[in-house]
């Protein structure tokens, strides 16, 4: 029997590359030898940085600056121009608005769902024509365990990542005869400068739950990066509209 011949698609935009888990999927897909676009909003400092990380690994990458729940074509259009095609999607932004449900602003609302729902079909269906031409597409979008499981200030977020995830399933049943699929990856809490730099009693939090996790710790940012490049490979080329748990078992202890 022969091995796997796993392949990659070519062209990948990463919306979120400049940060986070999307800036290891930007620096693992470069040094397989995927060419990428760095999709992002505000940061020009963290998406140069990113930029380079990446460009020590391989081909650099190229950046395309817009906010996805406004601009999604015009990110689309900045990543094609400068790729020369696209066949691979990889969205891990998200707008951190923390809080409970109740607390929720109208303004806080529309920000929330324009990138998480809005923002998530409008560059799927940017990106469309693109994969066709390439004669087929890969997405892969992050959401989290708090989609469906409570989390006391995830309230604000939750619901909508839960959206996602609906909409993953409508489009991988509407795009797989057009050899498009599209997966979720559902990470539980990541240890990452994000809650520390929220608050200096963040290990406080961070550990318990790190203890409550049948493999005894938190998710790592490469731990997401990992099954993001497994989800993109032609290896599960049969897989499409699932949403898989990345969290070391936590969602097993009820
Ligand atoms: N951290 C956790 O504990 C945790 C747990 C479960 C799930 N997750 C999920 O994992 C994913 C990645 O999290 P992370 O911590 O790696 O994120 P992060 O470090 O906060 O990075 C977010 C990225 O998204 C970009 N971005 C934000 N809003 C955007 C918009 N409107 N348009 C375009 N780009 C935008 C940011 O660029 P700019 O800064 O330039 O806007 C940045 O590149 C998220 O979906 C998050 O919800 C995280």
Redesign the pocket.
Known sequence: MSASANTLPARVLV????????RRVVEELTARGSRCAI?????DD??RTACEAAAARGIEPILAK????KAAPELVRQAVEGLGGLDGLVI?????ITGRALSLTAEQHERITG?LMW?LLDTVRSALPHFEASGGGVVVI?T???ARLYTKYYGT?GPAKAAAEAYVRTLAAELGPRQVRINALA????D?E??TSYSSSARDFLEPVARRTPLRRLAK?QD?ANATIALLGSDLAFVTGQVIDVDGGYSLMG
């Open positions: 919306i979120g590359g400049s940060s986070g888990v999307g999709g992002y909003s505000t940061n963290a998406a817009g906010d996805m729940a891990t932004a998200v707008p951190v990138v923002g992050v989290s365990l708090g977020l990470p539980c809490l990541i990452d994000l809650h940012p997401i």
